[in-house]
């Protein structure tokens, strides 16, 4: 069971023990969860997700329920919420058990199917990435899609909140919530450089004053960042001044999304045609050669800066397991990693700067969530 964001996936898993891992369509549903489910409280989301499982899962399954969302985990198969976020609201479920909920609405239905092991989508991916790369060191798990996050592997003697005992070599996989580095609010704009634009974005966000470093390398945020940018030179007299009162479209939040960056770095053509139709899209009917240049410019520059930045957290994770000189695979899963231009080229570059070697391999753990749950209910069965 994998529960993201707004879509919900419950799907059967074959492992066959060499690295592979088959998803059955035939066993296999994804729903989107309605607003007024996600905004309701915890009797109604979690009847909706019993619903759903229980078209899939039989009696005396053992499911594996990637949840990703802030969570107090003290076992394996328990976990309380913290905070919702993503535009989740359900009342009663903060600081309550998710699998606990769950498994009850589950048995209300006449299911009796377990949840035997709670995770979230970067332990997912780093299982996944584990499981495909067998013989090798994985040891983070990445996610840079939409949002933004990672977890790595830590020596029980290093987490002083749980008393470790000071002689013991057993770890733990850390989920970091990272996308929130830089969002101290004593160090705001010092540990996490911020541009005008950045803090234009953030004061205009929902949750304004959190998650700063997903808000510059994430899928969710990085369209943004170009859009506020634009109409910011625009309404400046800087950039296209003849059109500043014809970009309303430009104006709208949210409303240049990531992919259209995406399409736009990979325009090669002699006189940047796909950047001129996307401008015209927004209004910009007549453009130069050299502004469309420009345009290209600054996506390139906000993009390189997402991967640099995304390259430099698995560098510093990598020195805190003291494993910077060390062969290791990092599985990384998310369409921000999988298809935007050059995205790997950049994080692989950043890594060899801060590194100086080639030793670490990213590799695409597809569908970490997914698989990565099925992988931690077999382990944990």
Not at 164 to 186: K, L, T, Y
Request: charged fraction near 25%.
């Amino acid at each position: 069971l994998d529960i993201g964001g707004s879509n919900l996936r419950v799907l059967k898993v074959t492992l066959d023990g060499q690295g592979h891992a088959t998803v059955d369509e035939d066993y296999s549903l994804k729903s989107r969860i309605p607003p007024e489910v996600q905004q309701s409280d915890a009797e109604t989301l979690f009847s909706f997700i019993a619903g759903c499982v229980d078209k899939i899962a039989h009696d005396h399954d053992h499911i594996g329920f990637t949840f990703s969302f802030p969570v107090e985990q003290k076992s394996i198969d328990s976990g309380l919420l913290i905070k919702w976020t993503k535009g989740f609201t359900a009342e009663g479920v903060v600081n309550r058990d998710v699998v606990d909920l769950l498994n009850m609405a589950c048995q209300k239905r006449g299911l009796y199917a377990t949840v035997n092991a709670l995770i979230n989508d970067t332990v997912g991916t780093l299982l996944t990435g584990a499981y495909q790369e067998v013989n090798e060191d994985c040891c983070m798990g990445v996610i840079l899609g939409t949002g933004s996050n990672a977890c790595y592997v830590e020596k029980l003697k290093n987490i002083e909140k749980i008393n470790p005992p000071p002689d013991s070599d057993a770890v733990m996989i850390i989920n970091m919530e990272c996308g929130n580095f830089g969002s101290r609010p004593d160090r705001i704009g010092i540990d996490l450089p911020l541009t005008k634009w950045d803090k234009m974005l953030d004061e205009q966000s929902f949750n304004g004053g959190h998650q700063l470093l997903e808000k510059q390398i994430s899928g969710m945020y990085l369209g943004e960042i170009i859009r506020i940018l634009l109409c910011d030179l625009i309404k400046g007299d800087k950039l296209f001044s003849d059109f500043k009162n014809n970009i309303a479209k430009l104006e709208e939040p949210y409303g240049f999304p990531t992919e259209e960056m995406s399409l736009i770095e990979n325009d090669e053509t002699f006189t940047l045609e796909v950047v001129d139709k996307k401008l015209k899209h927004y209004g910009i009917t007549e453009s130069t050669f050299e502004e469309r240049k420009f345009v290209k410019s600054i996506i390139r520059l906000v993009a390189a800066r997402g991967a640099m930045l995304s390259a430099t957290q698995i560098a510093a994770c990598l020195r805190q397991m003291e494993k910077e000189n060390k062969s290791v695979v990092v599985a990384v899963d998310g369409s921000v990693f999988e298809k935007y231009p050059n995205f790997k080229t950049i994080m692989e570059e950043t890594l060899f700067t801060l590194l100086k070697h080639n030793k670490v391999r990213l590799v695409l753990a597809k569908d970490g969530s997914g698989v990565g749950a099925a992988l931690a209910s077999f382990m944990e069965n």
